[in-house]
């Protein structure tokens, strides 16, 4: 029984070193050099290594991005295409004046939190009149059983002022059920 737990250790810590190891082997460079070898790194290739040679970069898409310190230099003019892709650096004195990031995130923050106060204010309005709407129907179901049982002929009672039970005569019941046909078509229908 321990020889087995210990084989099923041994076995667990060498997957796991296999596995670091892939992920470490993942996170490398990898290029052509001018003579056509692959080159595999886990430092950025030098400036004189073309952009297109880059094969794999971590973390990024090949050939697409390459670290500042690798980036063209102050020499070369920054081309507009390059500074949208991230190639190069934007050159100084260019950067957005009082619309910064600071700015376009509280703005959009504010845009947020007024679309999600609109929201909350309209779902809580539905529900105040899913609520009246269901608390009418209890109602007029209500009202419906009541008529139901004046036009039936049932012994049917009323609170008199003294809080006594007063049972309708025929006279009374059919009033009760002329207010209560009333207030049926005028808040039912």
Request: charged letters at 20%.
């Amino acid at each position: 029984m321990k020889r087995s737990t210990a084989l099923f250790k041994l076995a667990t810590l060498a997957a796991l070193a296999c596995l670091c190891q892939g992920a470490a082997a993942q996170a490398q460079w990898q290029w052509r050099d001018g003579s056509g070898h692959m080159v595999y790194s886990d430092v950025p290739p030098p400036p004189s290594v073309p952009l297109a040679s880059v094969i794999k970069a971590p973390g990024r898409f090949a050939g697409t991005l390459r670290p500042l310190e690798a980036a063209p230099s102050a020499v070369a003019p920054a081309s507009p295409a390059g500074v949208a892709a991230g190639i190069q650096p934007a050159p100084k004195g260019s950067e957005p004046k009082g619309n910064g990031k600071a700015e376009s995130t509280a703005s959009a923050e504010e845009a947020f939190e007024k679309r999600r106060t609109a929201r909350l204010k309209a779902e809580a309005d539905q529900a105040l009149k899913d609520q009246a709407a269901q608390e009418r129907q209890v109602r007029c179901a209500r009202m419906q059983n009541y008529a139901v049982a004046l036009q039936q002929n049932r012994r049917v009672a009323v609170s008199a002022p003294d809080g006594s039970a007063q049972h309708l005569d025929d006279e009374q019941r059919q009033a009760e059920l002329q207010r209560t046909g009333a207030s049926l078509e005028q808040n039912c229908v």
